[in-house]
C-alpha cells in the first residue's frame, strides 16, 4: 500500500509499505478514504517529539472497513466509519468511566495510546491507503453516507481536530452565554471557538497572528484578535469594553473572558519576538485575561520530550514556570489533557447529521496523498493560507 512515511526531520515521503491487515480477532482493516493533515503532526515532521525513521504518519482517517477479525461484532465491512486518533479497548478501568485517552490496555505499562504517535504504541497511521484498527468495536464510529458526500470533510474532523476543540470546551467548561477567548485558530482553536458558540457562548474571541486563520475566524462567527497588533489580553478588554452594556455593581472588575482555551500548546511564540518560542507565553496571557472564578481549558500539546526546547522558559522535559499564585488568587479552574474520543464522537457525529454543525467549513485544502510531502513542508512553514489540509486517498 502507498503510505506517508517519516524519513528525517522535515523529511516525509510517499511509499509503498506492507498491506496493513487484520493481525487480532477483534481488529478490522480500513481503506481511508480521508485523512487530515494536522499540527501533531509537524511536531514530529520538525523532530521535536521523537519520531521514528519509518514511521507511517497520520491519526486523522476515515474511511470503509475492508476487512474484519472474526470477534469483531458492531462492524462489518462496507461500513463507513472514522477512526479517532485515541485508540483505546472500552473496557478496562478507565475506559469505563469515560476516560478513553488514559486507556490502560491499549498500549500496556503506558497510560493512552494513538495512531502514528511517538510513545502512543505500535500503531501505524491513516494517511496510507489501509489502516489497521486494533479494538475495532470501540474504535470504529460508524457513519452514514456513502465516500466523497457532503460530510466527508466534516466526518473526518471527528477523528481528532473538532474532538479536541470540543474537549477544550469541555476542559474550560463552556456554558450559555459565557465570554470566551481562544489562543491558536490552527483547525483545533477554530473548531473550539466553532464549538463555544454551539454551547451558546456570548463572544468568542479567537487569538492567533496569521492572515487567512484570522480571516476563517470571522468567516465563522468568531472576534478576531490579531497578536501582530499588540497585547491580545488589552485588546480583548478593549473590545469587551466597547460592548459593554448596562453593569451589575462590580463588572467592570469582570472585562476579560470566563472562560479561556490554549489551543497552541508548547511551541507558542514569544509576543515581544514573534519569530522566538515561549512556551509560557499563552498560559501567561489567558492568566490576566481570564476573570476571577473563571476557568482555562489546555488542549494545545505538551511534550515530555522535547528534542530543541526554546531557549528562554523552555525545557526539554516540559516543565514551566506558570503564574500559579494568579491564577490562584483568582480562583481559577484549570482542566489539561488529550481528548476523551468516547464522550463526544457519536454526539458530534449527530450535530453533523442533523445539520446543526458544519465543521468542515474549516478545510482550506484538498490534496491527493501522492503530494504530501509538498503540503508539509508548505503547512510546516505556514504559507499558502493553509489552514486545515484534507488527503483525499
Ligand atoms: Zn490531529
Ligand atoms: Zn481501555
Known amino acids: ?42 511536531h514530529m515532521y520538525d523532530g521535536r517529539t521523537g519520531a521514528v525513521p519509518g514511521m507511517v504518519l497520520g491519526h486523522e482517517g476515515l474511511g470503509i472497513v475492508e476487512d474484519a477479525g472474526r470477534a469483531v461484532h458492531r462492524v462489518r465491512r462496507g461500513d463507513r466509519v472514522v477512526l479517532p486518533a485515541h485508540i483505546y479497548c472500552g473496557v478496562c478501568f478507565n475506559c469505563a468511566r469515560g476516560d478513553s485517552a488514559a486507556c490502560l490496555r491499549v498500549h500496556p505499562g503506558h497510560v493512552g495510546g494513538a495512531y502514528a504517535m511517538p510513545g502512543m504504541g505500535p500503531f501505524r497511521g491513516s494517511q496510507a491507503e489501509l ?23 466534516d466526518f473526518v474532523l471527528i477523528a481528532d481536530a473538532w474532538v479536541t476543540g470540543w474537549h477544550a470546551t469541555e476542559l474550560a467548561g463552556v456554558r450559555a452565554a459565557d465570554t470566551v477567548a481562544v489562543f491558536g485558530a490552527g483547525a483545533v482553536g477554530l473548531l473550539a471557538a466553532y464549538s463555544a458558540l454551539l454551547r451558546g457562548a456570548s463572544e468568542v474571541y479567537s487569538v492567533d497572528l496569521i492572515d487567512e486563520r484570522l480571516d476563517k475566524a470571522a468567516e465563522l462567527g468568531l472576534v478576531p484578535v490579531d497578536v501582530r497588533r499588540g497585547d491580545p489580553v488589552e485588546q480583548i478588554r478593549e473590545l469587551r469594553r466597547a460592548r459593554a ?14 472562560a479561556g482555551i490554549d489551543a497552541v500548546g508548547f511551541q507558542a511564540r514569544d509576543r515581544s519576538r514573534l519569530g522566538t518560542e515561549d512556551p509560557r507565553q499563552v498560559i501567561n496571557d489567558l492568566a490576566r485575561l481570564v476573570n476571577p472564578t473563571g476557568r482555562l481549558g489546555i488542549a494545545g500539546v505538551f511534550t515530555t520530550t522535547d528534542a530543541a526546547p526554546a531557549p528562554e522558559g523552555g525545557h526539554a522535559d516540559g516543565s514551566l514556570q506558570v503564574p500559579w499564585a494568579a491564577l490562584f488568587n483568582k480562583g481559577v479552574t484549570v482542566g489539561f489533557g488529550r481528548t476523551h474520543d468516547r464522550r463526544y464522537t457519536t454526539h458530534l457525529r449527530d450535530l453533523i447529521i442533523s445539520g446543526r454543525a458544519r ?3 474549516i478545510v482550506t485544502h484538498h490534496e491527493s496523498l501522492e503530494n504530501a510531502p509538498g503540503i508539509y513542508d508548505r503547512f510546516d512553514r505556514r504559507v499558502d493560507g493553509i489552514v486545515k489540509a484534507v488527503f483525499h486517498h
Open 131 to 153: 489502516v489497521r484498527v486494533p479494538f475495532a468495536d470501540a474504535n470504529c464510529v460508524v457513519l452514514p453516507g456513502v465516500p466523497g458526500d457532503e460530510h466527508e470533510d
Open 1 to 42: 500500500m502507498r503510505a506517508v512515511v517519516f524519513k528525517a526531520t522535515r523529511q516525509v515521503a510517499v511509499e509503498d509499505v506492507p498491506d496493513a491487515r487484520v493481525e487480532q480477532d477483534d481488529d478490522v482493516v480500513v481503506r481511508v478514504t480521508s485523512s487530515a493533515l494536522c499540527g501533531t503532526d509537524l
Open 245 to 258: 452594556g448596562a453593569r451589575l455593581p462590580g463588572e467592570e472588575e469582570m472585562e476579560g473572558v470566563m
Open 359 to 361: 465543521p468542515g467549513q
